[in-house]
Structure formats: structure tokens, C-alpha cells
């Protein structure tokens, strides 16, 4: 059993509607970082424009530490939108020390609620800095505006734990890495909490939603506790880093993990019709055909996958214990359908 490290503050989660009206003060200048579609719908609640707008339009380092560089003077930061939205106001945060609030416009990933930065390095992931929102706040006249299918692919971050424990449990197993069993049934219960409110998720409902943050906390809270991403974080997302990087594409990031959560749960050989039956439980997408995937795609990316977290240094998983063969991908690409 690992010992579990300090805790980094409580990030407080606050939901309603008509919330965001009041987000910016009104003796301060602001930066507001956003996008042109969470912000036709947010800036309808504020009642003057803010000191500052940057629209995000990559997340590559080097245009963000020069985008950053060129912002004006502010004395905070305002995120409202997606995933590159949150890391790009925490982005700016942190390089300036300054207060954060956050407001996702859609929970299809845990961004509001982790303090490191996602950046793209030579068409790959990576992840730096640390800023803490001082609030996240869900406003469901935002939120619930997006497209369900948006909302609901958050949960694929929740289902990755299903293959994240078995890494971590083969981790342990071959190179004696640390291995908290406490940890890793919290984890697991998450997985019950999700089924539990199922239908509202699917749905995107304010519940769904609220259901959908509060999972993240949690699985965010365990990750903290942990010391590593290991309690969500494993081969099914090894995977999904790699055929992005061969495919230059980005795809709705909770539905590529299902498809990842089946195929790596495959090669685990661990419970692929269970992951299948609470990944459709929710509404994810995860076909190759449905994610717009070629059959050679996925198949390279599997015969690629254990040299790319190799080379990028990423956690030991079941990529490092089982070879992938063409016979075996081809066989892990049907069982994922």
C-alpha cells in the first residue's frame, strides 16, 4: 500500500442558472478566454463586455506562450467553454499568478477540475504548469445548451478506470510499483455511482451534469491521493494519445476512450462485454466506423501503441506485458465493435 500524499486545496463547485452574469468583478479588469460558440450564448448574461477577450484557437506551446505573452495587463482570469478553453486560462494563470474561475461550457473532459495545463508538443500531449480555480461554476443554461452528445462524453473519462486499474494492478505485478488497494475500490465505486445516474448523463440533464462534475472531482481527488493518474489514467488513453498523433485529427475525447476502453480491455482480457454494456449505457460512441476511423487506422495505431508510450515515457501497462500482433488487432478491433 502506498502512502497517500497531502492534498492540494478543495476546488469549490457551484451550479444554478443565469450564474455568469456575476463571474466578473466590476472594479477589476478581466481577461475572459473563450471560444465563438460558448461565448454567443455566455455573453448574454453580462451586463458589460469584459477588459479582455482572447478567442482559443490552438493549444500547440508555442503559440500559446506567445499568445499569452502578447494578452494586455489583467488582474484576472475567466475560462468559459471546453477543454482548451479551461487550459488555456489556466495556462495564462499560472504564468501570471492570477485568481481563476472557471466555467465549462460543455463536461465532456475533467479540464475545470485538474490543475495542469494540456499542451500539444510536436503533435503529441503534454501536460505542465499548475494553477487552482478558485471556483468552477456550472451554469446549466450553458452547459445544457451544447449538444448531449458533448456533454455525455465526459463519462468516458469516468469508464477509463475499468482499464486504468488493471494497469495499475499489472504495473505492480511485473515492476513492483506501488499499488493502493483502498484507492483502487474508490475508484471502482465510481464506476457504480456513474451506472447509478446513467440515464440523466445520457441525457445531459442538469443532473447528468452535475452527476458528470462531481465524478470528475472525485476521480480527480483520487488521482491527488494517489500521486499519479494512475486510479483513471491507463492504456486506453496510451492508445487514444497515439492515433491521434498518427492521424493528426482530434476527435470527441470521451468517445475515442470508449473505443480505447474496449480495445485495451481486450488485450487485458478483462470484462470487455461489461465496459461495452455501461459504455452504451451512457450513449458513447465507440465503433471505429462511428468515430469516422478507417479499419487500418485503429490497426496501425495498435501495432504503434506500445512504441509510443515507450518513447513518451508513459506509465507501465498492459501495452508493455502483451504484444500486439496483426492477427491480435484484427481480433481486438472486432471485439470493440
Known amino acids: 500500500m502506498s502512502a497517500e500524499r497531502p492534498l492540494p486545496p478543495e476546488i469549490p463547485r457551484r451550479y444554478g442558472h443565469g450564474l455568469l452574469g456575476s463571474l466578473l468583478p466590476p472594479d477589476e479588469?478581466?481577461?475572459?478566454?473563450?471560444?465563438?460558440?460558448p461565448w454567443a450564448l455566455a455573453s448574454r448574461q453580462f451586463s458589460r463586455p469584459p477588459a479582455a477577450l482572447h478567442m482559443v484557437t490552438t493549444m500547440t506551446e508555442e503559440a500559446v506562450e506567445a499568445q499569452t505573452r502578447e494578452l494586455p495587463a489583467v488582474e484576472g482570469v475567466l475560462g468559459i467553454g471546453g477543454g482548451s478553453c479551461m487550459d488555456f486560462a489556466k495556462y495564462v494563470a499560472w504564468q501570471r499568478s492570477l485568481p481563476l474561475v472557471l466555467a465549462p461550457s460543455i463536461v465532456s473532459v475533467d479540464a475545470c477540475l485538474t490543475d495542469a495545463v494540456a499542451v500539444r508538443r510536436e503533435g503529441r500531449v503534454h501536460y505542465m504548469g499548475e494553477a487552482y480555480p478558485r471556483e468552477v461554476v456550472v451554469d446549466f443554461d450553458l452547459v445544457c445548451a451544447a449538444p448531449p452528445e458533448l456533454n455525455r462524453a465526459g463519462a468516458g473519462d469516468i469508464l477509463s478506470i475499468h482499464t486504468a486499474l488493471c494497469d495499475w494492478s499489472l504495473a505492480h505485478e511485473h515492476n513492483g510499483e506501488p499499488y493502493d488497494a483502498g484507492l483502487a475500490a474508490e475508484s471502482r465505486a465510481l464506476l457504480d455511482r456513474l451506472a447509478e445516474k446513467s440515464e440523466e448523463v445520457r441525457n445531459a440533464t442538469p443532473e447528468g451534469v452535475r452527476t458528470l462534475t462531481e465524478l470528475f472531482w472525485a476521480e480527480v481527488r483520487l488521482c491527488q491521493r494517489a500521486g499519479s493518474s494512475r486510479p483513471e489514467e491507463g492504456s486506453?488513453?496510451?492508445?487514444?494519445?497515439?492515433?491521434?498523433?498518427?492521424?493528426?485529427?482530434?476527435?470527441?475525447?470521451?468517445?475515442?476512450?470508449?473505443?480505447?476502453?474496449?480495445?485495451m480491455s481486450g488485450l487485458q482480457e478483462n470484462d470487455v462485454a461489461g465496459a461495452k454494456e455501461r459504455i452504451e449505457a451512457v450513449g458513447l460512441r465507440h465503433t471505429p466506423e462511428a468515430l469516422g476511423l478507417s479499419r487500418e487506422a485503429v490497426r496501425e495505431s495498435l501495432l504503434t501503441a506500445r512504441d509510443y508510450a515507450v518513447s513518451d515515457q508513459l506509465n507501465f501497462s498492459i501495452l508493455n506485458v502483451r504484444e500486439i500482433t496483426p492477427q491480435l488487432a484484427d481480433r481486438l478491433i472486432e471485439g470493440a465493435r
Open 29 to 37: 479588469r478581466w481577461l475572459v478566454v473563450t471560444m465563438p460558440e
Open 236 to 263: 486506453e488513453h496510451f492508445w487514444a494519445y497515439n492515433l491521434e498523433f498518427l492521424t493528426r485529427r482530434s476527435f470527441l475525447h470521451g468517445d475515442l476512450i470508449a473505443l480505447g476502453i474496449l480495445l
